[in-house]
């Protein structure tokens, strides 16, 4: 009775947490409840699947593509968060808050696990898990399987107050772990200062990709440019994407990597602000060869599908000379207005019906090509001309080569690209390509030197 009448004294908020707290301690009899043994994951003889032992004596069977979509997808977007209530009480909660759009997406993931509540207001939908079983059910999952990123560190620390807190129930224990859990809480998610996880920490797979990218990604076309953009952002740990770029080098064939000039450079990594990094792969050919292999193989969950579905069918609509079309031009202006952030519900943009949209581009694409070869050249059938190749209509790229090995470091698709990724003026790369004038970089001695990409008019 004295136990029950401390509850009460709570804020009602706090109740279901003290509840939870209470049925442990009677179901233990009064002994220490060791945390180690609330969950624990045993690996099945079959390789695609894992079996969770859950603290309520169930079992619950996750495939492996998942826990690594769920694990990149937490990565990206999940929330380990400590709530310090009214005296010695503390909530524990995993959230993954998203856009309203993406409902079917938490939908999926609470369906999988089998526990966890979404919440849905008029913009956002949440997936929180907040009972005491369910958590510790979530850090027995990412204890085996860790994060990436740098919430990892926000995990470890979410599991070490966790740990604390439920070692012992009585009120003078969790009177002696307040000071000790503010003390871990207060350098957790937006307070959080060091980032730091060793390059021997990632563990790149192309289900934690996929999550990833459905979550911190982007696929974006430019008509000005006519370059295609796949992306990834990143706070705080450039060595994650380092440890991507080199993921996607490592799924280059051996034949591939004999077609693919400069093969080494897939992709390019850039410091957008303070602590903020992003990484993008531009090159046509490692799009083709490499990324849309990769994704169209796997099994997407978000509206993140959609995007990459629309940025295919433009990439596809100028293989094929489709751009040259009014008709052409017209559907991959359509196709834009309705990607990214402009498909959203809470857009203010007009709205455009996909399933006619998506009927026009399968209408399109079903056609004859645009283009024919005639005498080894591409030939635009509407335009009754050749494709310009000349030096003239030739994008001028850059590469940043080592001045003590001639080892490419990175290649630049424009002055203005290498000009921000050193932190210098757009004439100083110029300048620096024609005479290949030697600067230190990183540390390193190097120069720039120009090259011509052939560019589609």
Not at 53 to 70: D, M, Y
Not at 235 to 263: Q, Y
Not at 384 to 393: A, G, I
């Amino acid at each position: 009775m004295k136990l029950l009448s401390n509850l009460l004294e709570h804020n009602l908020m706090f109740l279901s947490v003290w509840i939870d707290n209470l049925i442990v301690y009677l179901e233990c009899k009064g002994e220490k409840l060791k945390f180690q043994e609330i969950c624990t994951i045993k690996d099945k003889t079959d390789e695609s699947f894992v079996t969770l032992e859950l603290p309520n004596r169930k079992q619950l069977v996750l495939s492996r593509n998942f826990i690594e979509w769920f694990r990149g997808f937490t990565d990206a977007e999940g929330c380990f968060f400590v709530a310090k209530g009214k005296g010695n009480v503390f909530s524990f909660r995993f959230i993954i808050e998203l856009h309203l759009d993406d409902l079917s997406t938490l939908k999926y993931i609470c369906n999988t696990l089998g526990f966890g509540k979404i919440i849905v207001n008029s913009k956002n939908v949440r997936f929180i898990v907040s009972t005491q079983h369910e958590v510790a059910s979530i850090i027995a999952i990412f204890s085996k399987y860790c994060l990436n990123t740098s919430k990892h560190l926000d995990f470890l620390a979410f599991e070490q107050a966790y740990g604390i807190y439920m070692k012992d129930n009585s009120l003078e224990a969790r009177k002696e772990s307040k000071v000790v859990i503010e003390k871990i809480i207060s350098n957790m998610n937006s307070k959080r200062t060091d980032y730091y996880l060793p390059p021997t920490h990632f563990k790149i797979t192309t289900y934690w990709l996929l999550g990833f990218v459905e979550g911190d990604g982007w696929f974006s076309y430019s008509i000005n440019s006519r370059s295609f953009t796949f992306g990834i952002l990143q706070k705080g740990n450039k060595a994650l994407l380092e440890a991507i770029v080199s993921f996607l080098h490592n799924l280059i064939s051996i034949e591939l990597g004999n077609e693919v000039e400069d093969s080494n450079n897939i992709a390019n990594i850039y410091q957008k602000n303070e602590g903020i990094f992003f990484m993008v792969v531009k090159r046509k050919i490692i799009i083709e060869k490499v990324i849309i292999p990769l994704f169209d193989g796997l099994t997407w969950h978000s509206k993140k599908y959609l995007d990459y579905c629309d940025w295919k069918a433009i990439l596809n609509l100028r293989n094929m000379g489709l751009h040259y079309l009014p008709e052409g031009k017209i559907l991959i202006g359509r196709i834009l207005q309705q990607m990214n952030n402009y498909r959203l519900s809470s857009s203010l943009y007009p709205r455009i019906d996909r399933s006619l949209l998506v009927a026009e581009i399968n209408n399109l694409l079903s056609g004859p090509s645009n283009y024919e070869i005639r005498e080894g050249k591409t030939y635009i059938k509407s335009l009754n001309r050749y494709v310009k190749h000349d030096k003239l209509n030739k994008a001028i790229a850059v590469k940043l080569i080592d001045g003590q090995t001639g080892n490419i470091l990175s290649t630049f698709n424009s002055f203005n690209e290498c000009a921000k990724f050193l932190g210098t003026s757009r004439s100083s790369v110029s300048n620096r390509s024609i005479n290949n004038n030697q600067f230190k970089h990183e540390g390193k001695v190097v120069y720039l030197q120009r090259i011509f990409v052939s560019s589609e008019e």
